[in-house]
C-alpha cells in the first residue's frame, strides 16, 4: 500500500498544520490584487486560513493575511473570506 502524501499548509491565524483542503487559499496575485483563491490554482503569493469563522476573525484583528501577503487586505476581501468561511 502507498500512502498518499497530503500536503499541509499553515493556518495565519492559529499556526495549525491543516491537509491544504480543509484551508482557504487567498492569494496576491503578480500584480497586487489579492482575491481568496477556492481552487488553489491562481499565481502568486498564497497564505491558508482554516475554513473556520474563529480563524477568521482572528486573522482579521491581527491582520495576520496583511503580514503574510505584505499587502493591505481590503474589506471586499474579508466580506467574501466571511462568506466562504463556516
Ligand atoms: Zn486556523
Same mark, same amino acid.
Given at each position: 500500500?502507498?500512502?498518499?502524501?497530503?500536503?499541509?499548509?499553515?493556518?495565519?491565524?492559529?499556526?495549525?498544520?491543516?491537509?491544504?483542503?480543509?484551508?482557504?487559499?487567498?492569494?496576491? /496575485?503578480?500584480?497586487?490584487?489579492? /482575491?481568496?483563491?477556492?481552487?488553489?490554482?491562481? /499565481?502568486?503569493?498564497?497564505?491558508?486560513?482554516?475554513?473556520?469563522?474563529?480563524?477568521?476573525?482572528?486573522?482579521?484583528?491581527?491582520? /495576520?493575511?496583511?503580514?503574510?501577503?505584505? %499587502? %493591505?487586505?481590503?474589506?471586499?476581501?474579508?466580506?467574501?473570506?466571511?462568506?466562504?468561511?463556516?
Amino acid at each position: 500500500m502507498k500512502t498518499r502524501k497530503i500536503p499541509m499548509r499553515k493556518c495565519v491565524a492559529c499556526q495549525e498544520m491543516k491537509p491544504k483542503k480543509e484551508l482557504v487559499r487567498i492569494v496576491r /496575485s503578480p500584480e497586487g490584487e489579492v /482575491s481568496v483563491d477556492p481552487t488553489g490554482k491562481k /499565481s502568486g503569493r498564497g497564505a491558508y486560513l482554516c475554513n473556520q469563522h474563529s480563524c477568521f476573525v482572528l486573522a482579521k484583528k491581527k491582520n /495576520s493575511l496583511g503580514n503574510q501577503l505584505k %499587502t %493591505t487586505i481590503s474589506e471586499e476581501v474579508y466580506a467574501e473570506l466571511e462568506k466562504g468561511v463556516q
